[in-house]
């Protein structure tokens, strides 16, 4: 180290440094004075060191304080030392005789190791004392290297107290170069200083690999002159480690850092040791899953969330049907193994966010957040129950067993994390009434709701093949004129079991089985015969608006499929228009992008429906080829009783009208409502005021009537 470092460090050590000449005080540092219990070291000038010797080792300090015991500057002796109103406190004393014999002076070093006759409690203790060590060494460093330089004598016995340091010291300089490192850095890291001195610090390329760390420290040190964490290095060996950094900048009487301080310590079996404390303490040691702890632990912090969110959260308890059997009848090696493939298998099923734990025994749970319908949590459920109805090869025996699910919701079923565990507890044992190797909801209400999803899916099935769908148009108008410019196809579902199903009811789905792809080019290739048709018998043109799905938009056909219909149509580009949602561009934002920046190519007129119900955001607009911007009808139903709706929609109209968007008002009803937009000077409306859903026949007698009138 240079000696400008070792005199900075004598004035500012934790220890006690003090100069004695024929027993008496003639130096001694601040850390000394303090400890001794004393503010000011004048008071201690000329005073003989022993009388703060304890009486009782005045005998063990014998000839250390007049140099004549000749013992090596290497031993260390216990002593206690007497402080200012006659408390007292251990430590550890080197005596160092220094200069001629004659002179009879000694420079003396005592470290208080009162702290050592602890006895630590636990890990966690162990942490926090060798955070705070390597928080003091930080602070010793920075008062160090700014106090100025000392007589040689004293520069001297501080570089050897720094080379003597266990934590790794290093000082680099403005642009990052190191000048010095002490030989605690090289035990550490396996940089010598051949290694390092004038090349860049040994973290350098963790910087650059995390530039969200290596950002929080060069703002701590611009704010706070330091910084410290924890982080995975490497050795010059490439071997990896966890490394404690401490970093101070140093400053010169300006203000101007000319310097960094850096203090590193190897905490890697401290973080190992944690690890596996936290392992032990949260996770099942068998099947690695975490256990009941930890899932009470994420169950009652994922429900305030999904209080503030307003969403449901599921919660799904599950027994292993025939469990018992094969851990009685093939042992419990062979049932471990089970428990074991059961929860990898579990694991597998879940969605991203869920969490599968393993409450003991063969019960395991799954926490199912933001669960956008309750009636979602069966599509988990059986995915559960058909992977762990296929086999189990244990040590050469195929066994089988089943699941009993049990599912109870949030904030339905109840909002405290134990009431819910035990519903869900109910529930399942009522699965297991009833057979096993299925679900049940806690509440009655919602197994109506799952079973008539289930009667939808299967109608659903064969609704296409079996000509069930049908397209339903209601017409668009212009607000000032009345006069009709286009329609949107609406699709309609006419079960023969269930009669006319909501869209709302089936929609969804069609989506979650994939059907809508199908259906949805169905209803596109119906819409642009219809127009076709319009046309053949003498209509004006007008565009026909088909509603898209964000599965549709996934589909690698989807651009080629609408060149294809309209070409089989017989019409021209400017007589479709495609609707789609703010959610659909929030669920894959790249590919709609692309999409629909294609379809807008060939001349297709785009437009966003629902705007106002998600985030609304302007960047949708000017990132997306939006030509038209639809206002959800929940806004217009107010307009004339809500000031706040009325001022959305006609920022939403001025807003719009500015970006050379067309804007649409849905769910007109009244003539009230008609009035105020085409006071706001809306583009177009659509609504029950002028027409609902019509059926195709219907809809061409619309049409002419409209058209008729126009002329």
């Not at 025994?361 to 926490?367: L, R, S, V």
């Not at 699965?431 to 197994?447: I, M, P, R, S, V």
């Amino acid at each position: 180290m240079e000696d400008g470092w070792a005199v900075k460090l004598i004035g500012t050590s934790p220890d006690l440094v003090c100069i004695c000449t024929d027993g008496s005080i003639a130096f001694i540092n601040e850390a000394g004075t303090a400890m001794l219990g004393l503010k000011s070291a004048k008071r201690l000038m000329g005073r003989p060191f022993a009388d703060f010797i304890h009486a009782d080792y005045l005998g063990i300090a014998g000839g250390l304080l007049d140099g004549r015991d000749g013992s090596a500057d290497s031993d260390l002796f216990p002593l206690k030392l007497k402080r200012s109103r006659g408390k007292t406190i251990d430590v550890e004393i080197l005596a160092i005789p220094y200069g001629e014999p004659d002179d009879k002076t000694v420079i003396i070093r005592a470290r208080d190791i009162t702290d050592r006759v602890k006895t630590f409690e636990d890990l966690l203790v162990i942490h926090s004392e060798l955070e705070d060590r390597v928080d003091q060494r930080t602070e010793e460093l920075t008062r160090e290297i700014r106090v100025r330089r000392k007589a040689e004598q004293e520069l001297l016995l501080a570089g050897k107290i720094i080379e003597n340091f266990n934590e790794g010291v290093m000082i680099f300089d403005r642009d990052m170069k190191v000048f010095s490192i002490n030989p605690a850095f090289t035990e550490i890291t396996g940089y010598r200083a051949k290694d390092i001195i004038g090349k860049k610090p040994h973290f350098q390329k963790v910087l650059e690999e995390n530039e969200e760390l290596s950002g929080e420290i060069w703002q701590a040190l611009d704010k706070k002159d330091r910084w410290q964490g924890e982080f995975w290095n490497k050795r010059k060996n490439g071997d990896e480690y966890a490394e404690r950094l401490s970093i101070s900048a140093i400053a010169d009487e300006s203000g101007n850092v000319q310097e960094y301080a850096v203090v590193i310590s190897d905490v890697t079996k401290r973080k190992q040791d944690e690890e596996h404390i936290r392992f032990q303490a949260n996770y099942d040691a068998l099947t690695g899953l975490p256990n009941r702890t930890l899932f009470m632990d994420r169950l009652a912090q994922s429900l305030p969330a999904m209080r503030r969110s307003e969403t449901n959260l599921g919660l799904m308890f599950i027994d292993l049907d025939g469990f018992k059997l094969v851990n009685d009848t093939l042992g419990h090696n062979v049932g471990d193994q089970l428990l074991m493939e059961a929860a990898g298998r579990l694991q597998k099923c879940i969605r991203d966010g869920d969490t599968v734990a393993r409450l003991g025994g063969d019960e395991f749970t799954i926490i199912m957040p933001n669960l956008a319908d309750p009636r979602d949590a069966p599509l988990v459920a059986q995915r559960v129950l058909d992977a762990l109805s296929k086999p189990f090869q244990l040590q050469g025996h195929e066994s089988f067993i089943s699941g009993s699910i049990g599912i109870t919701v949030f904030p339905d079923d109840a909002t405290d994390p134990n009431e819910l565990i035990k519903n869900a507890d109910a529930a399942m044992y009522r699965a297991k009434e009833q057979g096993k190797a299925n679900y049940n909801f806690y509440t009655a209400d919602l197994n109506e709701q799952v079973k008539e999803r289930m009667v939808l899916k299967n109608g659903l099935s064969k609704a296409l093949e079996n000509g069930e769908f049908s397209l339903f148009y209601q017409p668009k108008l212009k607000t000032m004129t009345e006069e009709v410019t286009g329609v949107e196809a609406l699709m309609r579902w006419n079960s023969p079991e269930l009669g006319m199903v909501s869209p709302v009811r089936f929609i969804p789905i069609l989506e979650e089985t994939g059907l809508l792809v199908e259906v949805g080019e169905w209803a596109l290739r119906t819409a642009c015969m219809q127009h076709k048709a319009w046309l053949d018998e003498g209509l004006p043109p007008i565009s026909v608006a088909v509603n898209l799905s964000a599965r549709q938009l996934r589909e690698d056909d989807f651009v080629p499929l609408f060149d294809k219909v309209l070409n089989e149509a017989g019409i021209g580009p400017e007589g479709l228009e495609v609707e789609i949602t703010e959610s659909m561009l929030m669920s894959d934002a790249t590919r709609a992008v692309e999409a629909l920046e294609e379809i807008s190519a060939m001349g297709i007129q785009v437009s966003m429906d629902d705007f106002g119900t998600g985030y609304s955001s302007l960047s949708y607009i000017k990132r997306f080829p939006i030509d038209t911007i639809k206002i959800d009808r929940s806004f217009v139903s107010d307009i004339a009783t809500n000031p706040d709706d009325a001022e959305i929609i006609k920022t939403i109209i001025n807003m719009g009208q500015t970006l050379n968007r067309k804007i649409v008002a849905e769910g007109v009803e009244t003539e009230e409502q008609l009035t105020i937009l085409r006071e706001y000077r809306c583009d177009e409306i659509q609504g029950y005021y002028f027409s609902p859903p019509l059926p195709a026949e219907e809809a061409t007698a619309f049409l002419k009537q409209s058209f008729k009138d126009v002329a």
